[in-house]
């Protein structure tokens, strides 16, 4: 398997709601990523984690909170979100410095 | 932290003409500059990347330049086709020492192809 996979692909959600965004791949590497891409904008870091611990988190509000379960999924719980964290939200993941492989997304708009 | 500049915003060219895009960054610690291809509605697609210890690397068409001096790094896409129609970002990773870092981007360039 040579893909990151995410779900789900569309979530709408409520500003009072809980979700989850899942993300998986089966290609050993043991460094994942969570990025926001708003219209127009490029991706823009969010957190990373190697080795299943979190390394990097870029000042993110404390409404997304990520999961790394194990080496090949990574979650990110989402509560209590504002109209402005409507975005798509990307996946990525790689071996430790090597090249980063992005899913397809998860487009989600909060009400 | 890391600021990656990239320029035109759009681009228009002929098809099959060259097309070339050109990016600057700021941190002289970051060593490794991969380019991404993203179509409406898509993920970004790695079309090729670059390490800091190469000045030029290619893959058919395409083609990435480095001037680690000047901090700078072009992608160079020759013989345009209409699929080479999409949005174009530059990025650059400064190493944390933590082994995994996340990438800067640009701001992206929309290339489009005229039949």
């Known amino acids: 398997d040579t893909e990151v996979t995410q779900t789900p692909k569309h979530l709408v959600m409520g500003m009072t709601n809980k979700k989850s965004l899942k993300c998986e791949q089966h290609?050993?590497?043991?460094?994942m990523y969570w990025y926001k891409q708003k219209a127009k904008k490029p991706p823009e870091l969010m957190f990373v984690y190697s080795y299943e611990k979190l390394s990097i988190n870029e000042s993110v509000p404390s409404r997304f909170s990520p999961e790394c379960p194990n080496s090949s999924l990574l979650n990110l719980h989402l509560h209590a979100l504002q109209p402005e964290d409507s975005a798509l939200y990307l996946c990525?993941?790689?071996?430790?410095?090597?090249?980063?492989?992005f899913g397809p997304g998860t487009r989600l708009l909060v009400l | 932290g890391e600021n990656v500049e990239q320029h035109p915003s759009t681009l228009s060219v002929q098809e099959g003409d060259s097309a070339v895009i050109k990016c600057t960054y700021s941190d002289s610690a970051s060593n490794y500059f991969p380019w991404y291809k993203q179509e409406l509605g898509k993920r970004p697609q790695l079309i090729i990347d670059?390490?800091?210890?190469?000045g030029e690397k290619k893959d058919q068409r395409i083609a990435v330049t480095l001037n680690k001096t000047a901090k700078h790094f072009s992608l160079h896409i020759t013989e345009t086709q209409p699929e080479d129609s999409a949005v174009y970002f530059c990025?650059?990773?400064?190493?944390?020492?933590?082994?995994?870092?996340?990438?800067?981007f640009g701001k992206g360039t929309h290339l489009i192809i005229q039949p």
């Open positions: 290609m050993g590497h043991r460094a």
């Open positions: 990025a650059a990773r400064r190493p944390s020492g933590g082994g995994a870092d996340g990438l800067t």
């Open positions: 990525a993941s790689s071996q430790a410095e090597g090249a980063q492989y």
């Open positions: 670059i390490r800091s210890n190469v």
